[in-house]
């Protein structure tokens, strides 16, 4: 039989003599947060993770999970396997259960000197640096499990943890990322977590996922994510908090450098309960582009699009629909009642629309804003147009310099641009100027699930003309710099039901801070107020992605202003900046991918990444003019709206478009823990790393006893920087390292 060694979502080979027979936890002291992190190791080309299923119960502080993996022995020999499991101490895991195919594995406890032999020896023997971050901690071992070829395994493993409560919000991190390490990709990740608190839940929210958020009612949440086809799913990390009241508001400081500005980020979210019982009286504005051009399915799917609109209206709500071509028409010369009689007369008017004519987008928008008087309440334009503006007014400064003009309530603006022939620059315009966003339709999709998406998401407003006001302990002295700065999204949304505001921010003024959120609810203002504490300094990376978040925000706002206010160096400079110290490609820094690009030449760097802008936002319309505007928003925030969004995710691999819209993945840039990393003249460079510090590293040969001692003396934490399979050139805490390669000719050869 061949010797296999597993661990959580991963294997290795073993070798005679050390993994025998065993299952591995390993401790994490000094962690700063408890959580399960198992070893990434890779995966033999003869084995293959089919199916991963997480299930979670999180009770207020307490976890329950369970992690079941299908693994397939895809060669033609009997593999004997073990399984690794590695545990922080101050996680308070207990209750471990490993079953196998339904049989409940033994296992014991090593001390961590023996634990660290034992992973010494499989780094040098499988030349795989990725257990370096656990080397020194404790093992636990279990008995061994034969699979036989073509035979499939079902692991399961069941713990109970405490979580970690910090800044009002629970803390908690699942362990899915160990897959991006295997040959092939994992066939299916599902993920399921059940929320139950004791208070009623508010903020809920996970800084390395997309998950899908169900509430029920206000002390229930369920959140599920689905990866088909993976092979980095980064671990999962969920944070929630609970607080009674109307709204709740929670926030998160990361300082990682004391003599700078450190980052925030603010959570609000109203109670469910409250979008269950009351419904506050918006106006909407349909504005529908029934041109030429709209004909054919795509006609069809607008028109179903928008009954969907008119048919959730309520009874309280006043609406209209301007249909515009050539010429404007209206369903009825003023605003309606959303009343069911009307309703009906409103859906008969959609069925009677048909394409043809020129489009006349300047007319219809000045229509549509006439008829808002009232600014005590919500107000909302959705446009929808699939076109150039080509009868009337077709500058597009002066379009939105009209429709700035007309709008006399602050009504917000939300705009479907459909298909590649849209002006996506004057949609990006207007929906900035009036406080709302884009959405691009691409002409394969749907254009009813998108329409049907947003309206989802605006369709309950709670909160309208929002305002957040800091007030710190001691307060800030006279002459120093604003204790807050340079807040993303630049205008504060409406708060909705269901949907949560994700605000980041600069702070230069640490300690106790309170923080008064006011809105408007129903024409009535309400306060609600947050007690926190700004960090004077991060002792560790545990709140880094608030930073990572900050700046990808940051890039959305610097393209957004280089698109609508023409180019200037000094934003060219800091979005090369940015680029390169977090790792966020832009279709105007990819080159930065190539190895051939020396990041050193600044000088050309700035240049080549000004002109890639000039080139690609000069083009408002087409498909390089779509892609980039619709780009644009995933590093905004869903359109700079503050619905939340990713942080640069740990991975081997990341797609970057370039400024005529082609996507491309690439391998040369990884982001690992808070640093980016290059791949240049074949080896990882830290882009914090200048050529002076280069001259300087300290050399350390990959996998010998120096090289190990490093990742102790680092407890785990910043060992995963020194974790590549080729040379790496990085900065630890204050000195530079050149790992260089392993001298195969004194070093052992892998069994």
């Known amino acids: 039989m061949k010797p296999i060694a597993f661990c959580l979502l991963a294997c290795v080979l073993a070798f005679p003599g050390i993994l025998q027979g065993q299952i591995i936890i390993i401790d994490h002291p000094g962690r700063p947060i408890p959580r399960p992190r198992p070893p990434f190791i890779p995966v033999p080309s003869e084995f293959i993770i089919k199916e991963v299923n997480l299930q979670a119960g999180i009770q207020d502080q307490s976890a329950k999970v369970q992690i079941s993996q299908v693994f397939k022995n895809t060669g033609g020999a009997t593999l004997e396997a073990t399984f690794m499991f590695p545990v922080p101490d101050e996680a308070q895991i207990s209750g471990l259960t490993l079953m196998v195919d339904g049989k409940e594995l033994a296992g014991r406890l090593l001390k961590k000197e023996e634990a660290r032999r034992i992973y010494e020896e499989i780094v040098r023997r499988r030349r795989d640096p990725a257990l370096l971050e656990y080397i020194g901690q404790g093992l636990f071992q279990t008995s061994v499990f034969p699979i036989p070829p073509g035979a499939e395994r079902t692991v399961e493993i069941r713990y109970a943890q405490l979580l970690r409560k910090d800044s009002g919000l629970v803390d908690l991190l699942l362990p899915i990322g160990t897959a991006k390490h295997a040959n092939r990709p994992v066939e299916t990740v599902n993920v399921n977590v059940r929320v139950e608190a004791a208070q009623p839940i508010k903020t809920i929210y996970s800084p390395t996922h997309k998950v899908e958020i169900t509430r029920p009612d206000d002390k229930h949440a369920v959140c599920k994510l689905t990866l088909k086809n993976i092979t980095s799913p980064g671990d999962l990390r969920l944070m929630y908090g609970t607080e009674a009241g109307l709204v709740g508001m929670n926030l998160i400081s990361y300082r990682p450098k004391k003599d700078e500005p450190g980052y925030f980020l603010l959570l609000a979210e109203p109670e469910v309960k409250t979008a269950q019982s009351k419904t506050i009286e918006k106006t909407m504005v349909f504005v529908f582009d029934r041109s030429g051009s709209m004909g054919g399915e795509k006609f069809k799917q607008a028109q179903e699009a928008l009954k969907y609109l008119v048919s959730r209206l309520a009874p309280t709500d006043l609406f209209n629909i301007v249909a515009y071509d050539s010429n404007v028409e209206s369903f009825r010369p003023e605003l309606q009642k959303g009343d069911a009689e009307t309703i009906k007369a409103a859906l008969g008017f959609i069925d009677g629309l048909f394409a043809g004519g020129s489009t006349n987008i300047d007319g219809a928008l000045t229509t549509a804003l006439a008829m808002l008087k009232d600014s005590s309440r919500p107000n909302y334009v959705l446009f929808l147009t699939d076109g150039l503006p080509t009868v009337g007014e077709r500058n597009e400064m002066k379009i939105a310099a009209n429709a700035k003009q007309g709008n006399q309530v602050k009504a917000r603006m939300f705009n479907f641009g459909v298909g590649y022939d849209v002006n996506s620059r004057l949609l990006d315009r207007l929906s900035r100027d009036h406080r709302g966003l884009s959405v691009y339709v691409r002409p394969e999709e749907n254009i009813e699930a998108h329409v049907s998406s947003l309206y989802n998401k605006i369709g309950s407003p709670l909160l309208t003309d929002l305002a957040i006001k800091f007030d710190f302990t001691p307060a800030p002295a006279t002459g120093t710099a604003e204790p807050i700065s340079r807040t993303y999204p630049r205008e504060l949304p409406d708060l909705f039901h269901g949907e949560q505001l994700v605000w980041v921010g600069r702070y230069n003024h640490p300690g106790d801070a309170t923080v008064t959120m006011t809105g408007s609810l129903a024409g009535e203002k309400k306060t609600f107020t947050l007690s926190t504490k700004f960090v004077d300094e991060s002792k560790d990376e545990t709140n880094g992605f608030?930073?990572?978040?900050?700046?990808?925000?940051?890039?959305?706002?610097?393209?957004?202003?280089?698109?609508?206010?023409?180019?200037?160096?000094?934003?060219?400079?800091?979005?090369?900046?940015?680029?390169?110290?977090?790792?966020?490609?832009?279709?105007?820094?990819?080159?930065?991918?190539?190895?051939?690009?020396?990041?050193?030449?600044?000088?050309?760097?700035?240049?080549?990444?000004?002109?890639?802008?000039?080139?690609?936002?000069?083009?408002?319309?087409?498909?390089?003019?779509?892609?980039?505007?619709?780009?644009?928003?995933?590093?905004?925030?869903?359109?700079?709206?503050?619905?939340?969004?990713?942080?640069?995710?740990?991975?081997?691999?990341?797609?970057?478009?370039?400024?005529?819209?082609?996507?491309?993945?690439?391998?040369?840039?990884?982001?690992?823990?808070?640093?980016?990393?290059?791949?240049?003249?074949?080896?990882?460079?830290?882009?914090?790393?200048?050529?002076?510090?280069?001259?300087?590293?300290?050399?350390?040969?990959?996998?010998?006893?120096?090289?190990?001692?490093?990742?102790?003396?680092?407890g785990g934490t910043l060992a995963k920087y020194i974790a590549f399979e080729e040379p790496v050139l990085v900065n630890l805490e204050g000195t530079t390292y050149q790992i260089d390669p392993a001298d195969d000719a004194t070093s052992p050869s892998p069994n």
């Open 546 to 714: 608030v930073e990572k978040l900050w700046a990808t925000r940051r890039i959305g706002e610097i393209i957004d202003e280089l698109d609508l206010k023409g180019q200037n160096q000094e934003l060219v400079d800091e979005l090369v900046k940015l680029s390169i110290q977090h790792g966020i490609m832009t279709p105007y820094t990819s080159f930065l991918a190539d190895e051939t690009v020396n990041l050193a030449q600044s000088s050309a760097i700035r240049g080549e990444t000004r002109r890639r802008a000039e080139s690609g936002l000069s083009k408002s319309e087409g498909r390089a003019g779509f892609a980039q505007r619709a780009a644009k928003q995933k590093f905004g925030g869903f359109g700079g709206g503050g619905f939340g969004g990713d942080v640069p995710a740990e991975a081997k691999s990341m797609r970057v478009q370039d400024e005529e819209g082609n996507e491309r993945e690439i391998d040369t840039v990884r982001n690992v823990g808070q640093k980016t990393f290059f791949r240049k003249n074949k080896q990882w460079r830290d882009s914090t790393v200048t050529e002076e510090q280069e001259k300087q590293a300290t050399r350390v040969r990959q996998f010998s006893q120096e090289y190990f001692d490093l990742a102790v003396k680092h």
